[in-house]
């Protein structure tokens, strides 16, 4: 008895004609995803059986219920076709559940789309206004470019009629067939233009953005609508002063939505073009000093006005009154408003650069904002603002926030610091004290070509070079984890060792230390598991160096070097076999091998200090000279060159290549030895072509080797501007025929000005041998904003082979 009354209960609950809400309660009801799934499923199977009936009254009512279930996520496309059949009834009920219907289940790619075509022709020119709208919404938001084809010259009446209500849901209608079918805009331009006469904000608010859009679609058009700046300038002011429509006041602000609207196409009227610029500059001044920000509202209008000042032609003190207003906008409590104040000072910085410095002390106040993206905003903005001026005090400013600044913002903040240190250094002294701070506080967060940098700036300030070793021997012995750190006061002490034992040194307090501290502290660096491999062959390589600069300890630096003979490492045995072998065979040229290296030449070839160095043949070419300018008898010289790389001495047999080499020639084996250092001169390097070239980012094509059914191709991305490219990635596609397979970038960062570069290989295997043709998207972040392009490849450089 008790089974019979719940199954009668269950019938009851999920009966065909149970109302939409006792569905909802019931579903609602379900404990479990399981028993949910049932009752849907039951209620399915029940909205169908009733859908192959005939008319009985209850067809939008199964709708409206398999509408709910379509919102849940759950298989809805059963009810297509009843969404057409409904369209077509003339009761206005189930008229709208399936206009609704329509615009959730289907959509352009849906060949049921086209059934409904006829019906809302004939709905827009229904005698019911309410019909008539049903039609037009539904045609805005799921029409496909036949649909909008067959129906813009409805739309264009429609746009004429004498309605408020209609000509509102017209133009917005409107407004998706040009974006759909662009060629349609001129139909539209007549009837848009008529539309700014209308008081009416629904009106007036569609047209304004149906204005925007062939305003942005034809060029023509945009010339055509700069004639009536003066009408919208009178409307705005109408906004401003004198409350055109109270019923849409928000907060105080009249009409909020549709002045962001009208500024935004005054905006695009106003660029690039003088006259329309001057007819809006008294507006704009108005706007932006009439305008309360202290509501959400006012901010919103202030900020399109911002906007619009700085991309039009406007005066000078106009664009002051913009940076200004955004200065305020860094006072705001709420993060979001103080967000895209930085991101719009970001953009403006390089051209009204003094503008935006006025502001630098709030800029820096935001450095400590606990929300991340702020954060991130205001460290670009402030990397943007460091000047020859202003150097010394943001840079204060820069590392005190490096001390504290979160690990995902540390490598950025290195490399600006780095950067802005290197343009505007006021002095040598304060860019190594900078630098060294840096690797002090973030040194696992450098990029790897700090260190060769730093080492260039030392070289080149010969009167530091005491100081310096003084100050890197103290970071060296006071901690040994940081890496970089280490590896430049290694090369320092390998250089400057006699400086760091004489113990004079003016620029700081004199320290005396012995031979046995340095030989400790590089000692401790060899042994230690801190120690990179690339660590220890600077400490090894200094250890070495200094057996020509000190006089007491050279047999223990002798018992150094020879312990990492039998090292597992293998760069590090190769080091300290050669080293053996200067102690033991070459002693007489061991002070000549080991003496201090010259000033290392920025712009000497192969010194990349982050650029783009001179390719492989200029750097062969320095080093032949440099082998050609020896004495012309080389004699025990060469050969004992020859010995420390492991020859023979005896002659070389002559290799196959034939290389014609500056100088007088030689058939000895140094001769040999000249020719096999030249032999690299005469592969020239693969041409490259040049595939993409936007907002200072250059992405260049190589072809490396090419194969009748195979290529290998290198992707090269440099940057120009003055920050760096970050989040970059390259995808490709190809012709379904062609296997591709890209290998893992060099990096996602590209420095600025040109410091670096990033590289990418692509293998393309094309065993039917189809024409190849490859497309590349590019993604990457610059100054906050995401950039993202295709590219069409069609041809590629043959290989330099």
Same mark, same amino acid.
């Given at each position: 008895?008790?089974?019979?009354?719940?199954?009668?209960?269950?019938?009851?609950?999920?009966?065909?004609?149970?109302?939409?809400?006792?569905?909802?309660?019931?579903?609602?009801?379900?404990?479990?995803?399981?028993?949910?799934?049932?009752?849907?499923?039951?209620?399915?199977?029940?909205?169908?059986?009733?859908?192959?009936?005939?008319?009985?009254?209850?067809?939008?009512?199964?709708?409206?219920?398999?509408?709910?279930?379509?919102?849940?996520?759950?298989?809805?496309?059963?009810?297509?076709?009843?969404?057409?059949?409904?369209?077509?009834?003339?009761?206005?009920?189930?008229?709208?559940?399936?206009?609704?219907?329509?615009?959730?289940?289907?959509?352009?790619?849906?060949?049921?789309?086209?059934?409904?075509?006829?019906?809302?022709?004939?709905?827009?020119?229904?005698?019911?206004?309410?019909?008539?709208?049903?039609?037009?919404?539904?045609?805005?938001?799921?029409?496909?470019?036949?649909?909008?084809?067959?129906?813009?010259?409805?739309?264009?009446?429609?746009?004429?009629?004498?309605?408020?209500?209609?000509?509102?849901?017209?133009?917005?209608?409107?407004?998706?067939?040009?974006?759909?079918?662009?060629?349609?805009?001129?139909?539209?331009?007549?009837?848009?233009?008529?539309?700014?006469?209308?008081?009416?904000?629904?009106?007036?608010?569609?047209?304004?953005?149906?204005?925007?859009?062939?305003?942005?679609?034809?060029?023509?058009? *945009?010339?055509?609508?700069?004639?009536?700046?003066?009408?919208?300038?009178?409307?705005?002011?109408?906004?401003?002063?004198?409350?055109?429509?109270?019923?849409?006041?928000?907060?105080?602000?009249?009409?909020?939505?549709?002045?962001?609207?009208?500024?935004?196409?005054?905006?695009?009227?106003?660029?690039?073009?003088?006259?329309?610029?001057?007819?809006?500059?008294?507006?704009?001044?108005?706007?932006?000093?009439?305008?309360?920000?202290?509501?959400?509202?006012?901010?919103?209008?202030?900020?399109?006005?911002?906007?619009?000042?700085?991309?039009?032609?406007?005066?000078?003190?106009?664009?002051?009154?913009?940076?200004?207003?955004?200065?305020?906008?860094?006072?705001?409590?709420?993060?979001?408003?103080?967000?895209?104040?930085?991101?719009?000072?970001?953009?403006?910085?390089?051209?009204?650069?003094?503008?935006?410095?006025?502001?630098?002390?709030?800029?820096?106040?935001?450095?400590?904002?606990?929300?991340?993206?702020?954060?991130?905003?205001?460290?670009?903005?402030?990397?943007?603002?460091?000047?020859?001026?202003?150097?010394?005090?943001?840079?204060?400013?820069?590392?005190?926030?490096?001390?504290?600044?979160?690990?995902?913002?540390?490598?950025?903040?290195?490399?600006?610091?780095?950067?802005?240190?290197?343009?505007?250094?006021?002095?040598?002294?304060?860019?190594?004290?900078?630098?060294?701070?840096?690797?002090?506080?973030?040194?696992?967060?450098?990029?790897?070509?700090?260190?060769?940098?730093?080492?260039?700036?030392?070289?080149?300030?010969?009167?530091?070079?005491?100081?310096?070793?003084?100050?890197?021997?103290?970071?060296?012995?006071?901690?040994?984890?940081?890496?970089?750190?280490?590896?430049?006061?290694?090369?320092?002490?390998?250089?400057?060792?006699?400086?760091? *034992?004489?113990?004079?040194?003016?620029?700081?307090?004199?320290?005396?230390?012995?031979?046995?501290?340095?030989?400790?502290?590089?000692?401790?660096?060899?042994?230690?598991?801190?120690?990179?491999?690339?660590?220890?062959?600077?400490?090894?390589?200094?250890?070495?160096?200094?057996?020509?600069?000190?006089?007491?300890?050279?047999?223990?630096?002798?018992?150094?070097?020879?312990?990492?003979?039998?090292?597992?490492?293998?760069?590090?045995?190769?080091?300290?076999?050669?080293?053996?072998?200067?102690?033991?065979?070459?002693?007489?040229?061991?002070?000549?091998?080991?003496?201090?290296?010259?000033?290392?030449?920025?712009?000497?070839?192969?010194?990349?200090?982050?650029?783009?160095?001179?390719?492989?043949?200029?750097?062969?070419?320095?080093?032949?000279?440099?082998?050609?300018?020896?004495?012309?008898?080389?004699?025990?010289?060469?050969?004992?060159?020859?010995?420390?790389?492991?020859?023979?001495?005896?002659?070389?047999?002559?290799?196959?290549?034939?290389?014609?080499?500056?100088?007088?020639?030689?058939?000895?084996?140094?001769?040999?030895?000249?020719?096999?250092?030249?032999?690299?001169?005469?592969?020239?390097?693969?041409?490259?072509?040049?595939?993409?070239?936007?907002?200072?980012?250059?992405?260049?094509?190589?072809?490396?080797?090419?194969?009748?059914?195979?290529?290998?191709?290198?992707?090269?991305?440099?940057?120009?501007?003055?920050?760096?490219?970050?989040?970059?990635?390259?995808?490709?596609?190809?012709?379904?025929?062609?296997?591709?397979?890209?290998?893992?970038?060099?990096?996602?960062?590209?420095?600025?000005?040109?410091?670096?570069?990033?590289?990418?290989?692509?293998?393309?295997?094309?065993?039917?041998?189809?024409?190849?043709?490859?497309?590349?998207?590019?993604?990457?972040?610059?100054?906050?904003?995401?950039?993202?392009?295709?590219?069409?490849?069609?041809?590629?450089?043959?290989?330099?082979?």
């Amino acid at each position: 008895m008790v089974m019979n009354i719940s199954m009668s209960c269950s019938t009851r609950a999920m009966s065909p004609s149970v109302r939409l809400q006792e569905m909802i309660r019931v579903i609602r009801g379900a404990r479990t995803q399981g028993e949910e799934r049932g009752v849907i499923q039951r209620e399915c199977a029940a909205i169908r059986a009733q859908f192959r009936q005939a008319d009985n009254g209850t067809r939008s009512h199964n709708l409206a219920k398999l509408l709910y279930v379509h919102m849940l996520g759950y298989p809805a496309h059963f009810g297509q076709m009843e969404c057409v059949r409904l369209i077509a009834s003339p009761r206005y009920n189930e008229k709208r559940v399936g206009y609704l219907g329509a615009m959730m289940l289907l959509d352009e790619k849906q060949d049921a789309s086209l059934l409904i075509t006829n019906s809302i022709k004939n709905d827009l020119s229904h005698n019911s206004q309410y019909v008539q709208s049903l039609a037009l919404c539904t045609l805005a938001c799921m029409g496909s470019a036949e649909m909008c084809r067959d129906l813009a010259p409805e739309i264009d009446r429609l746009l004429r009629a004498s309605n408020s209500y209609i000509k509102k849901k017209a133009a917005l209608c409107a407004v998706h067939i040009v974006r759909k079918v662009p060629d349609l805009g001129e139909l539209f331009t007549p009837a848009a233009r008529s539309l700014l006469c209308e008081k009416n904000h629904g009106v007036l608010h569609g047209a304004v953005v149906l204005i925007t859009e062939l305003c942005e679609r034809n060029p023509d058009t *945009l010339e055509q609508f700069r004639k009536v700046v003066p009408e919208l300038v009178q409307i705005m002011k109408g906004l401003v002063m004198s409350g055109y429509s109270p019923e849409h006041n928000v907060a105080g602000i009249s009409d909020p939505f549709l002045q962001v609207r009208i500024l935004r196409l005054l905006r695009i009227l106003g660029r690039n073009n003088d006259t329309a610029s001057d007819a809006m500059n008294d507006l704009l001044a108005q706007v932006a000093t009439n305008t309360d920000s202290s509501k959400t509202a006012g901010s919103a209008v202030l900020y399109e006005t911002v906007l619009t000042v700085m991309d039009i032609k406007s005066e000078s003190g106009l664009r002051v009154l913009a940076v200004n207003i955004l200065g305020r906008f860094l006072l705001n409590n709420d993060r979001n408003i103080r967000y895209i104040s930085m991101t719009s000072l970001q953009k403006i910085v390089q051209t009204d650069h003094n503008a935006v410095q006025r502001h630098r002390g709030t800029i820096v106040d935001c450095l400590k904002d606990q929300d991340a993206s702020v954060k991130r905003r205001a460290l670009e903005l402030s990397l943007a603002l460091v000047s020859a001026v202003n150097i010394r005090s943001l840079m204060k400013e820069l590392l005190l926030f490096l001390s504290s600044c979160p690990p995902e913002l540390r490598a950025h903040t290195t490399s600006g610091i780095f950067n802005a240190a290197e343009r505007y250094a006021p002095s040598q002294r304060w860019h190594i004290d900078t630098i060294l701070h840096v690797l002090t506080t973030a040194g696992g967060d450098v990029r790897d070509e700090t260190v060769p940098n730093l080492i260039q700036l030392i070289t080149t300030a010969t009167e530091l070079h005491c100081y310096t070793v003084h100050k890197l021997y103290r970071a060296l012995i006071t901690d040994i984890s940081v890496q970089s750190l280490v590896q430049v006061a290694c090369w320092c002490i390998g250089e400057y060792g006699d400086l760091l *034992l004489r113990g004079e040194c003016e620029e700081t307090e004199p320290v005396q230390v012995t031979e046995d501290d340095v030989l400790d502290a590089l000692e401790t660096v060899l042994q230690s598991h801190m120690s990179s491999p690339a660590t220890r062959g600077f400490a090894l390589t200094a250890t070495m160096k200094l057996s020509t600069r000190i006089t007491h300890n050279v047999d223990r630096i002798r018992s150094i070097v020879s312990i990492y003979g039998s090292c597992i490492d293998v760069e590090l045995q190769q080091r300290a076999v050669e080293y053996n072998a200067l102690f033991k065979k070459y002693d007489h040229m061991r002070a000549a091998v080991l003496e201090r290296m010259p000033v290392i030449d920025k712009s000497s070839p192969g010194h990349t200090n982050g650029e783009s160095a001179g390719g492989i043949k200029e750097l062969e070419q320095t080093k032949l000279t440099q082998e050609v300018v020896l004495p012309k008898d080389p004699g025990n010289q060469v050969c004992d060159l020859l010995d420390l790389l492991g020859g023979s001495g005896e002659p070389v047999p002559s290799s196959g290549l034939s290389h014609t080499v500056p100088g007088p020639a030689t058939s000895t084996s140094g001769g040999d030895l000249l020719d096999l250092l030249g032999g690299l001169d005469v592969s020239p390097a693969p041409p490259s072509v040049k595939v993409y070239e936007k907002n200072g980012v250059t992405l260049k094509l190589q072809t490396d080797s090419q194969t009748d059914t195979g290529m290998t191709i290198t992707l090269t991305a440099t940057n120009s501007t003055d920050g760096d490219i970050t989040s970059l990635t390259l995808q490709a596609a190809v012709p379904k025929s062609v296997q591709l397979q890209m290998k893992a970038p060099s990096g996602d960062v590209i420095p600025a000005r040109g410091l670096g570069l990033v590289t990418q290989t692509v293998l393309l295997n094309n065993p039917n041998k189809v024409s190849l043709k490859m497309r590349v998207r590019v993604c990457y972040s610059s100054q906050g904003a995401v950039c993202q392009d295709t590219v069409q490849i069609d041809s590629f450089p043959s290989p330099a082979w």
